[in-house]
């Protein structure tokens, strides 16, 4: 074989591998995206939820689903969760034991471990996942990380349903800061401080309000 035979084979290989995990990476988002959640999940979540209606309910499932959608588009990277009551669906998913280990399987390749929900806080590794969380719901939802105008629902369903003890954001403070005696003002963790000293680095954002060669926000 000749060094061009050679190389043209080769190049021939690179292409075809990456059309093939082109193809099954959006085999795996059709697949979460329209997943049904075992028979008796959403009753778990009553349960521990009685306030919330069905319609509620099936929004903490889509939450979750923006989760499971997160972790794929990461490519292997570690991402946080940020609401409380999608955290609590997914623990309620894993005793699902059979139903969770093939939904996995199907949708990532491998397990899926769980991981607690976190706010922004000290820990670098936690404070890294939550911002590359914060990042692909925005792109998932054609909103831009650095200047958003609304939230994610994966960050707005703990405000939106009045989770007990849940975490809650906004777009941006200034609004709030105004009304400092306001108890939901408390614990509100802001959106323009996921940027933080250092952007968003390997997410393709700087916390200038430029891009470090990222896609954006532009789906998937």
């Known amino acids: 074989m000749t060094m061009v035979a050679f190389f043209v084979a080769f190049m021939a290989f690179i292409i075809a591998g990456g059309l093939y995990q082109a193809l099954q990476r959006m085999r795996r988002t059709e697949f979460i ?16 939820y009685p306030d ?38 997914w623990h309620e998913f894993i005793l ?14 491998k397990f899926l471990h769980h991981t607690p929900a976190v706010v922004l806080g000290s820990q670098s590794v936690a404070n890294q996942g939550l911002r590359r969380t914060w990042v692909l719901a ?18 707005a369903l703990d405000s939106k349903l009045n989770i007990e003890n849940g975490f809650r954001y906004a777009p941006d403070c200034d609004a709030l800061r105004d009304k400092p005696g306001d108890a939901n003002t408390l614990s509100v963790t802001c959106a323009t401080e996921f940027g933080g000293s250092g952007g968003f680095g390997d997410l393709g954002f700087s916390s200038d309000g430029g891009s470090d060669g990222g896609s954006g926000c532009g789906g998937e």
Do not use: W
């Open 33 to 48: 995206r329209t997943y049904s959640f075992p028979q008796g999940l959403l009753a778990r979540l009553a349960a521990k």
């Open 52 to 89: 919330l209606t069905l319609k509620q309910q099936q929004l903490v499932a889509r939450g979750l689903r923006k989760f499971f959608l997160c972790n794929l588009m990461a490519k292997g990277e570690f991402v946080s969760m940020p609401s409380k009551v999608v955290d609590d669906l």
């Open 96 to 109: 699902f034991t059979k139903h969770y280990d093939a939904f996995c399987k199907k949708a990532f390749g």
């Open 138 to 155: 925005c792109r998932d939802e054609t909103i831009h990380p650095l200047t958003p105008s609304r939230l994610p629902l994966l960050f």
